[in-house]
C-alpha cells in the first residue's frame, strides 16, 4: 500500500484561538507545538478502502451512494472511533505511529504559520476554492490551493475529527505546551468547514463538536503523525 501523503508542520509557538468568533475561541492564548507531519488532504475513500479490505470492518453510510463514492473524495460517515480505527490500523501495517490531530495541531497546520488571519490562505480565500451553487455531496480533495505549508482542503469540504474531548472553555485552562484538551467529555471536538452548510468553509480558529458514535455526511477525518 501506498504510504499517505503528508506535510511537515515545524515546531513552534502560535496564537490559538480567536477574539473575533464564538465564545469557545476565546481567550486567544500561545501554545508551542512539537513538530509532527499531517495529511495533504482528508482521508480519501480509495484510502479508506484498503482499511475496509484489511481489517473486515462494515463499510459506513453513503458508501455506495454515488455523490459520495468517488475515490477521490473524502470518506464520510466515519464516527470518530472508526477514524482512530484506521489510524491505529495504518500504525501496525506501515511500521509507524498515526493518529487524529489534536486541535492545536489542526489549528497550527490550518494557519500555515499566518497570525490573525481569517482564512487558511490568509486574508480572504482563494478563487474557486470551494464551489458555488447547489451540490449534492462533497467535491474531490485537491482540487483547490495549498496554504502556506502546503496543506490542501483545510477548513473546506468536510468537518474533520480531532483527538480531544471538547469542552468550551478549556482555553481558559488549556496548557500552553502541546495542549491535548480535557481529560474526559460527552463530545469529541472537529474542526472545518463542510459541503453541506451554506458557508462552505471555517476559519483556522473556528471549533465544532460531536459525541464520538455519530454519524454525519459532512464528517471525515485527516491523520497525523508525531514523528518516527
Same mark, same amino acid.
Given at each position: 500500500?501506498?504510504?499517505?501523503?503528508?506535510?511537515?508542520?515545524?515546531?513552534?509557538?502560535?496564537?490559538?484561538? $480567536?477574539?473575533?468568533?464564538?465564545?469557545?475561541?476565546?481567550?486567544?492564548?500561545? %501554545?508551542?507545538?512539537?513538530?509532527?507531519?499531517?495529511? =495533504?488532504?482528508?482521508?480519501?475513500?480509495?484510502?479508506? +478502502?484498503?482499511?475496509?479490505? *484489511?481489517?473486515? &470492518?462494515?463499510?459506513?453510510?453513503?458508501?455506495?451512494?454515488?455523490?459520495?463514492?468517488?475515490?477521490?473524495?473524502? %470518506?464520510?460517515?466515519?464516527?470518530?472511533?472508526? *477514524?482512530?480505527?484506521?489510524?491505529?490500523?495504518?500504525?501496525? &501495517?506501515?511500521?509507524?505511529?498515526?493518529?487524529?490531530? $489534536?486541535? *492545536?495541531?489542526?489549528?497550527?497546520?490550518? =494557519?500555515?504559520?499566518?497570525?490573525?488571519?481569517?482564512?487558511?490562505?490568509?486574508? +480572504?480565500?482563494?478563487?474557486?476554492?470551494?464551489?458555488?451553487?447547489?451540490?449534492?455531496?462533497?467535491?474531490?480533495?485537491?482540487?483547490?490551493?495549498?496554504?502556506?505549508?502546503?496543506?490542501?482542503?483545510?477548513?473546506?469540504?468536510?468537518?474533520?475529527?480531532?483527538?480531544?474531548?471538547?469542552?468550551?472553555?478549556?482555553?481558559?485552562?488549556?496548557?500552553?505546551?502541546?495542549?491535548?484538551?480535557?481529560?474526559?467529555?460527552?463530545? =469529541?471536538?472537529?474542526?472545518?468547514? +463542510?459541503?453541506?452548510?451554506? &458557508?462552505?468553509? $471555517?476559519?483556522?480558529?473556528?471549533?465544532? $463538536?460531536?459525541?464520538?458514535?455519530?454519524?454525519?455526511?459532512?464528517?471525515?477525518?485527516?491523520? &497525523?503523525?508525531?514523528?518516527?
Amino acid at each position: 500500500m501506498r504510504l499517505p501523503d503528508v506535510v511537515a508542520i515545524p515546531a513552534g509557538p502560535f496564537a490559538m484561538g $480567536s477574539g473575533l468568533g464564538r465564545e469557545d475561541e476565546r481567550p486567544v492564548h500561545r %501554545v508551542h507545538v512539537e513538530a509532527f507531519e499531517i495529511g =495533504r488532504t482528508p482521508v480519501t475513500n480509495a484510502e479508506y +478502502a484498503a482499511f475496509l479490505e *484489511a481489517a473486515r &470492518v462494515e463499510t459506513p453510510p453513503w458508501w455506495r451512494d454515488p455523490r459520495f463514492a468517488d475515490p477521490d473524495r473524502p %470518506v464520510v460517515g466515519v464516527t470518530w472511533f472508526e *477514524a482512530g480505527a484506521y489510524a491505529r490500523w495504518l500504525s501496525r &501495517v506501515t511500521g509507524r505511529r498515526w493518529r487524529l490531530p $489534536s486541535e *492545536a495541531e489542526w489549528e497550527r497546520a490550518a =494557519r500555515g504559520g499566518l497570525e490573525d488571519q481569517p482564512t487558511a490562505w490568509g486574508s +480572504a480565500l482563494p478563487p474557486g476554492e470551494v464551489p458555488e451553487g447547489k451540490i449534492s455531496g462533497p467535491w474531490v480533495v485537491g482540487r483547490g490551493a495549498p496554504n502556506p505549508y502546503g496543506v490542501l482542503d483545510m477548513g473546506t469540504i468536510v468537518h474533520e475529527w480531532c483527538l480531544d474531548w471538547y469542552d468550551p472553555g478549556y482555553y481558559a485552562r488549556s496548557s500552553l505546551r502541546s495542549p491535548r484538551g480535557p481529560r474526559r467529555g460527552s463530545r =469529541r471536538s472537529s474542526r472545518g468547514g +463542510a459541503w453541506r452548510h451554506r &458557508v462552505r468553509w $471555517s476559519p483556522p480558529a473556528a471549533r465544532s $463538536s460531536l459525541p464520538p458514535n455519530f454519524r454525519y455526511s459532512d464528517y471525515g477525518f485527516r491523520i &497525523v503523525s508525531p514523528g518516527r
